[in-house]
């Protein structure tokens, strides 16, 4: 198993910048990949960015040329950098941890609000 822990949002003014961060423990041998997913009220949970072991990336659409996803040197953290913040932007993030024989483990989430 693999814990996550996320941290980094909170409430910022659009156009804004926040950077969030999940750090892996446990067995971290096993994380084939990590990504940032949000939901946002009344609305189903989506991926946001997702790195791969190798450093392969992709992005959800709404957000390509403003987030951008990294690891750290330890590679058992992952970065969300979010520029150029929006409205609907507003969602609780979590980071996911995808293992290698298919499990999938989840943090507790970051509340991050876009708001004026």
């Known amino acids: 198993q693999v814990r996550l822990v996320e941290s980094g949002g909170g409430l910022v003014q659009p156009g804004g910048s926040l950077r969030l961060s999940c750090v892996a423990s446990?067995?971290?041998?096993?994380?084939?990949?990590m990504g940032w997913y949000r939901q946002a009220p009344g609305k189903q949970r989506e991926l946001v960015a997702r790195?791969?072991?190798?450093?392969?990336?992709n992005y959800a659409d709404s957000v390509k040329g403003r987030f951008t996803i990294s690891r750290g040197n330890a590679k058992n953290t992952v970065y969300l950098q979010l520029n150029n913040l929006k409205p609907e932007d507003t969602a609780v993030y979590s980071c996911?941890?995808?293992?290698?024989?298919?499990?999938?483990?989840w943090g507790q989430g970051t509340q991050v609000i876009v708001s004026s």
């Open positions: 996911n941890a995808q293992l290698t024989w298919g499990a999938e483990n």
């Open positions: 790195i791969t072991h190798d450093g392969s990336t």
């Open positions: 446990g067995t971290i041998f096993s994380i084939s990949a």
